[in-house]
């Protein structure tokens, strides 16, 4: 069994996971599960795998390969947000196990992996509001800036500043 965490603290995310594998009763071993895709100054994401180590490391391995083309929309590095990222990662988790699923299961293995991904790139923001901000409020600030500028809206109780957040 594989153990993958990740934190959310107020001063960033800490990600952990442990080493260990097995092939087996009598075989175990060490393998890294942590991914780190950094681009330093740009952006710095983490991918930790559990479940079928040849899945994991076949998408592992096919995301390191194809951080040499810049224009690739299957290129870590080149994508513009984490959700772009996410969903390139389960695009290509898709198709390592469609291409080797029944080989595996001819094996009376479990194909199957999980995935746990965070990190950040540049340019891409998290704001953060007290707890008792009403949703309402950001709705207002966006219409504002869409030039439907109003005083209220729902239950909102003003517009928000979305350069300095609380």
Known sequence: MTYCLGVYLRDGLV????????????HV????KMSIFEKAGDRV???????????????????FRNLGDDTSQSNLYALDNMFDAA????????SVTARHAS???????????????GGQIKGGRHIQYPKDT????????????MGDHQDRFGDSTGHLDLSHPA
């Open 15 to 26: 990600f952990a996971s442990d080493s260990r594998t097995n092939a087996g009763v009598d």
């Open 29 to 32: 071993a060490t393998f890294r």
């Open 45 to 63: 994401m983490y991918l930790l795998g559990a479940g079928n180590l040849a899945t994991t490391q076949a998408v592992v391995n096919h995301l």
């Open 87 to 94: 969903e390139l990662i389960g695009d290509v988790m898709r």
């Open 103 to 117: 080989h595996v299961k001819a094996a009376n293995a479990d194909p199957g992996a999980d995935f746990l991904f």
């Open 134 to 145: 009403p949703l309402t409020n950001l709705f207002l600030t966006i219409m504002g800036k």
